[in-house]
């Protein structure tokens, strides 16, 4: 949700064009979700967007706890989704944004996936647990036993 605020804004000002999910619903999407008004399309659009962010949610939650415990892993991690559908399922699925795309809109791109890493890896916003675990480290013993009761 937070990479369709950033996307919202920067195709309103006409930074970015057609989104990647744009593309592929224009190119791929049965003819009924074709025939549908605009603000439908662009509602599914979304909903299978959002579905794809949720799901690389999930792959996340599954890296090893150490991998994710490292700082810069969000970003890296959002960079990698961008990379992979740049790389991977974009040719797979014909979609031509590198070579149609400005250097801005694609920066702008690969931002909204850098802001899309952090909010997985809650670094915006860490369990509960992790905040403890940090202030316990430093803090002296008698307030860190405190902590986790």
């Not at 509602?43 to 794809?52: C, D």
């Not at 990698?80 to 797979?92: D, N, R, T, V, Y």
Request: glycine share 10%.
């Amino acid at each position: 949700m937070a990479m369709t605020g950033i996307r919202t804004v920067t195709a309103n000002v006409g930074l970015v064009g057609q989104s990647p999910p744009e593309a592929i619903v224009d190119r791929h999407a049965p003819a009924g979700i074709q025939r549908l008004p605009q603000q439908h399309r662009t509602a599914l659009t979304e909903l299978a967007h959002w579905s794809y962010g949720a799901t690389g949610g999930v792959v996340f939650g599954m890296l090893p706890p150490r991998m994710r415990a490292y700082p810069g892993i969000g970003p890296v991690y959002g960079l990698a989704i961008w990379a992979s559908f740049e790389a991977g399922i974009a040719p797979l699925l014909g979609v031509q944004r590198a070579k149609q795309t400005r250097t801005l809109s694609r920066a702008l791109i690969a931002a909204d996936h850098v802001l899309y890493g952090i909010v997985v890896a809650g670094r915006l916003a860490p369990e509960p647990q992790v905040i403890a675990r940090k202030h316990r480290s430093r803090s002296p013993s008698w307030i860190a036993g405190h902590c986790e009761q």
